[in-house]
Structure formats: C-alpha cells, structure tokens
C-alpha cells in the first residue's frame, strides 16, 4: 500500500511553454501533499505544502504565479511550471502524507519527473 | 528553524561491512522526529527508519538501525551487512510540523 504515483515521469519542453505534472496517491487518500525540486547532485528542497481544496502555501523564494498548484481531491495534486525556462529544468518530486493514526508525519514519495527546458 | 547537516558527501564500504553514515540536526523543538531515506540512480525517494523524540529505544529496521544521541543532536544510520544494492545517496530529514527538512545527502557506494 501507499503508493504515489507521478506522471509523466519525464518531459522535454521548448522555453515559454507551461508543463503539469501531476501527483496522485494511488491506494490512499491524502490530506497534505508536498512538492520538492532537487537540481542535481543537490537535496531536495521544499517548494511547497498543498492541502485538499485550499491554497498551497509556498517556501520562501518560490514564485507561486510561475509554479501553480492545485489540489483537487484528496488523491491528485498538480504542478504546472508556468513559461518554464532553461533555469527551472530540474527533478520535480512529490509527496503525500496519509489520513491516518500516525505518531510521525509519515510521507510517502512519487517517483519523481524530470522536467529538462531547451 | 530546522537544520539538518551531513558531512560526508561520500563513502564508501566493503560488501557485507558495516557502515555508519552521520547526522547532525539543530532544532529548538521538544517533539520532532528524524528519517532516513535512501535515493537510488533512479530518483525515487525510499523510506528507511523513523526515530521519535521522545523514543527511549534506538529505532531498527531490518538491517537499518540509527544511533540516536539526543544530548549530542545526532542520528547516525548503520547499515549492516552491506550489499551492493545498498549503492545510493541517502538522506537524513528531520520533522516537526508537517515539512521534511533534507540534509545535503551522503552518497554510498558499496563495492564487492
């Protein structure tokens, strides 16, 4: 169980068009999902926090007008990095946090999307 | 804030040794939990080990254990028995609030 599954998992895109990426938890409902960028050879730094029919709120630094997230329902989150740049070519990976009795915020990750802007 | 520090970018181990990779955290909270998480070529993050707060007892997981010493903010992953499938980066994280806070990664490299 526990399964988050992201598509697609890679995409080439020509500079100034937008790309989603979509996040889904495939066997569990999710109240939270989180998204991470990670360049390479670096870790993975939190973009931001994505609650079920409310707003996202977004790290400091990161421009919410350029990555748009929505969260729909309780198992599809999506990312559209909005006229996407060579700049923001990168490991996009997210993650979902389960309803359930958990003692610890147990997180459970997509297999990321490799997002390269020409 | 959060800091979580790892200061071995890499290691590397003889197959079926043993191997201690390091973290450090600075946190000012009394309830926080810290993760392990191990990041293969292909880019999926896989969870290892959780350990509380407050948990008294070192936390295991099969051939996973971390060494947690809460005086020093420290808690060091030992993998025993290494394989060659052990071969990844790996991440501490620490956690009090709904946000992950990842440390700058160790890279492991196991060879036979």
């Known amino acids: 169980g526990a399964v988050v599954s992201q598509h697609p998992s890679w995409v080439i895109c020509k500079s100034g068009t937008s790309v989603k990426i979509e996040c889904r938890s495939l066997d569990f409902q999710a109240t939270t999902m989180f998204w991470y960028r990670q360049f390479p050879k670096q870790s993975l730094m939190l973009m931001a926090t994505s609650n079920e029919g409310s707003k996202a709120t977004y790290e400091q630094g990161v421009e919410k007008d350029k990555f748009l997230i929505n969260h729909a329902s309780l198992t599809l989150s999506t990312l559209t990095v909005t006229s996407a740049h060579p700049e923001d070519s990168s490991f996009y990976i997210c993650?979902?946090?389960?309803?359930?009795?958990?003692?610890?915020?147990?997180?459970?990750f997509g297999p990321g999307t490799r997002l390269t802007v020409l | 804030a959060q800091k979580i520090t790892q200061t071995q970018p890499g290691m590397f181990v003889q197959e079926k040794e043993a191997v201690t990779l390091d973290c450090t955290y600075d946190?000012?909270?009394?309830?926080?939990?810290l993760f392990w998480y191990k990041q293969p070529s292909s880019g999926e993050m896989i969870f290892l080990i959780y350990q509380g707060s407050y948990d008294e007892q070192n936390a295991t997981e099969g051939r996973y254990s971390l060494n947690f010493q809460k005086a020093r903010k420290s808690a060091n992953l030992v993998i025993s028995a290494s394989q060659l499938g052990d071969s990844a980066m790996y991440f501490c994280?620490?956690?009090?609030?709904?946000?992950?806070?990842f440390g700058t990664g160790t890279r492991l490299q196991v060879f036979p």
């Open positions: 946190t000012s909270d009394q309830s926080y939990g």
């Open positions: 994280a620490s956690s009090n609030t709904d946000k992950l806070i």
């Open positions: 993650s979902a946090r389960a309803i359930r009795e958990r003692s610890y915020n147990e997180q459970f």
